[in-house]
């Protein structure tokens, strides 16, 4: 089955400590994005990758980090910058980055700082 | 002003209900909306897609654009206890508008009771 796979499902942190989630897709979809979702506030872009080695970023990229080395996978790292780290963080990918397509999402990661 | 607004409920309706969800906008250069529905510790998922204006039925679901009021809906007839989760509107832009994104609203969470 084709999808969206990320990882962990469920993360703990320490403060100061930076964290890698990973997201791979087997759509063969160009285009890949990482969204963060707090209570109330919806979807929130983080950083967005239309091709393979190019990146941009989002509405709240400070703290984060990310690569896109392979077309499949498109790893996000929350660093010790980030001040508000404890947050649903969900990875998605659309077949272009026209953003006229559907994006299809993973079943998200949920990370807790403590 | 944010892009996208949307009353993020709670909203509450008993089963059979007819459900009426909206979005406001503020840029008409958004041409592209949908609706995803989002279950509890789950990722997004496409329910609705609409270009332009107009209507689009599928099943119980219907999604309205008003590009002259900047205003969408999203009516839910016959409504069941499976449609409870969280709703939301997203649109976009043609590719080379400097609205090269999908935004989203910060959704509405419905609960239907038996």
């Given at each position: 089955?084709?999808?969206?796979?990320?990882?962990?499902?469920?993360?703990?942190?320490?403060?100061?400590?930076?964290?890698?989630l990973s997201c791979e897709?087997?759509?063969?979809?160009?285009?890949?994005?990482?969204?963060?979702?707090?209570?109330?506030q919806g979807l929130r872009l983080i950083y967005y990758s239309q091709i393979v080695n190019d990146f941009q970023k989002g509405d709240i990229a400070e703290g984060y980090s990310v690569s896109r080395e392979k077309k499949e996978s498109f790893p996000l790292t929350v660093t010790s910058a980030?001040?508000?780290?404890?947050?649903?963080?969900?990875?998605?990918?659309?077949?272009?980055?026209t953003n006229t397509g559907e994006l299809f999402f993973g079943e998200g990661s949920r990370l807790t700082v403590l | 002003q944010k892009e996208v607004e949307q009353d993020p409920g709670p909203l509450s309706v008993p089963e059979g209900a007819i459900?009426?969800?909206n979005c406001t906008y503020s840029n008409s250069a958004f041409q592209y909306f949908m609706w995803y529905r989002q279950y509890s510790r789950k990722g997004p998922e496409l329910l609705m897609?609409?270009?332009s204006s107009g209507n689009k039925e599928d099943g119980r679901f219907t999604a309205q654009v008003d590009k002259s009021s900047?205003?969408?809906?999203?009516?839910i007839r016959d409504s069941q206890p499976s449609d409870s989760a969280t709703y939301l509107c997203a649109m976009s832009a043609p590719r080379g508008s400097t609205l090269g994104r999908l935004y989203f609203g910060r959704g509405t969470q419905l609960t239907v009771w038996p």
């Open positions: 089955d084709g999808g969206i796979t990320q990882s962990p499902k469920y993360l703990f942190r320490k403060e100061g400590q930076n964290v890698t897709q087997n759509l063969n979809h160009d285009a890949m994005y990482w969204y963060r979702q707090d209570p109330g980030q001040k508000n780290p404890t947050a649903f963080y969900l990875c998605a990918s659309s077949k272009d980055g | 459900v009426s969800l897609y609409t270009y900047k205003y969408i809906s999203l009516f």
